[in-house]
């Protein structure tokens, strides 16, 4: 595998994403045995959308939750079928959500009643009938990583909001509501925690339910399933969450073995973080008044733009052969502004100028959290390998102005 590493970088440049899919296929395998049986799994399509990965875990059965037409294109040149889609997201727009059901979408998760009005309008339009899950928003427990609910947010309708759910959970036109969906947080390491939150989810939804006296066929717990981000570390595990979730189902929603409702779960970090490296050249280093700076090839238009907004936690790096005096450096990338900072402090080897660096476990949340637009540099070459470092793919995004679309 290291030979054609080197055979990428050294084919390819850097920077240059490599994602290997034999640890996503693993990662698959891990989640999917630490869920309730029967349950169905969405793969988030925002924490990596590229086709390859869609198609490997959709080859595994799994289905995908998106949210944006360009994610349903990227799933669809997956070969993924939009019926097996659920396209979620608080602004979708009039135009977006009859682009998603032309393309054969047919599963919706709405927000409020405008969102689901500009659903029912665009199923009235074009003669479909469309189903849609209820995005819940109460109180959770504490601690995950980035939370989604249980306090004032942008995220479905408070569950205190008797008329509104009455009016969700009512059918209008060719829209029928068919479940409900909740996600109370993001990267929860602990397996107990993780298990409490996806217990007063359960308790949320199966209150709503009965409260709308409505028969219920899907419900989304969402997810909250951990990987580290940009640095060395393994994927959580989660040995008590099965046969806990399990027992909470049968005792709130007892018809969930045979499908009544199905139970559904979503992860994007989990399945494709650790199938993720970013190299990156060294291009200078550089002293300053007590400080060094490493100064490469990829910053924050190429691995975690957001990590500025408190988003993403610190990344960390490794070179990839050799190593040098051990040094606490400023990780910068090329962009000539003094926000394009990737990493201070970095508990680093000082390497020389044309070494490579790796960081880690940057399948979910690297280019396709980074601000790509970012003085116009090109953006990374992707490659994926399979088993045996056999090259699946190579691709490079770029942005390019679109005349006469108006």
């Not at 910053?299 to 975690?304: I, K, N, P, R, S």
């Amino acid at each position: 595998m290291a030979d054609a590493l080197d055979e990428v970088i050294r084919r390819h440049g850097t920077p240059t994403y490599v994602y290997r899919l034999a640890r996503v296929r693993q990662a698959a395998r891990d989640l999917l045995a630490a869920l309730p049986e029967p349950s169905r799994l969405y793969y988030s399509v925002k924490a990596n959308p590229h086709p390859a990965l869609i198609a490997e875990l959709s080859s595994l059965g799994l289905y995908a939750e998106l949210s944006s037409t360009g994610e349903l294109a990227a799933a669809l040149a997956a070969g993924h079928p939009a019926s097996r889609c659920l396209y979620s997201g608080p602004g979708k727009t009039p135009g977006e959500i009859r682009t998603a059901i032309e393309s054969g979408a047919r599963d919706f998760s709405v927000e409020s009643v405008a969102d689901r009005t500009r659903l029912a309008d665009a199923a009235r339009e074009l003669g479909v009938d469309v189903d849609y899950v209820v995005r819940l928003n109460d109180g959770a427990t504490a601690g995950a990583g980035l939370r989604m609910t249980g306090w004032p947010t942008q995220f479905g309708t408070d569950t205190d909001r008797r008329v509104e759910l009455g009016q969700l959970f009512t059918p209008l036109g060719r829209a029928r509501p068919k479940g409900a969906h909740i996600f109370s947080g993001t990267n929860i390491a602990d397996s107990g925690q993780l298990l409490d939150e996806f217990r007063f989810a359960v308790g949320t939804i199966a209150d709503a339910l009965a409260s709308a006296s409505r028969p219920c066929e899907l419900i989304d717990l969402g997810g909250g399933f951990s990987a580290p981000f940009a640095r060395p570390g393994e994927r959580a595990d989660y040995p008590d969450l099965r046969a806990g979730l399990e027992k909470e189902l049968d005792t709130r929603l007892p018809g969930w073995r045979r499908g009544a409702p199905v139970v559904a779960f979503e992860s994007g970090r989990y399945l494709v973080a650790d199938c993720g490296t970013l190299h990156a050249t060294v291009l200078d280093v550089k002293h300053s008044r007590g400080s060094t700076f490493v100064v490469l090839d990829a910053g924050v238009q190429t691995l975690g733009g957001m990590w500025g907004l408190g988003r993403l936690p610190t990344p960390s790096a490794q070179p990839l052969a050799g190593s040098g005096e051990p040094a606490a450096p400023t990780l910068v990338g090329p962009l000539c502004t003094p926000l394009d900072v990737l990493g201070r402090h970095v508990a680093l080897p000082l390497p020389k100028v044309g070494g490579v660096l790796e960081f880690p476990n940057v399948g979910a949340y690297g280019l396709s959290a980074s601000l790509v637009g970012f003085l116009s540099r090109p953006l990374p070459v992707e490659v994926v390998l399979d088993a045996d470092g056999v090259v699946v793919d190579v691709r490079r995004l770029e942005l390019r102005p679109e005349k006469g679309v108006f």
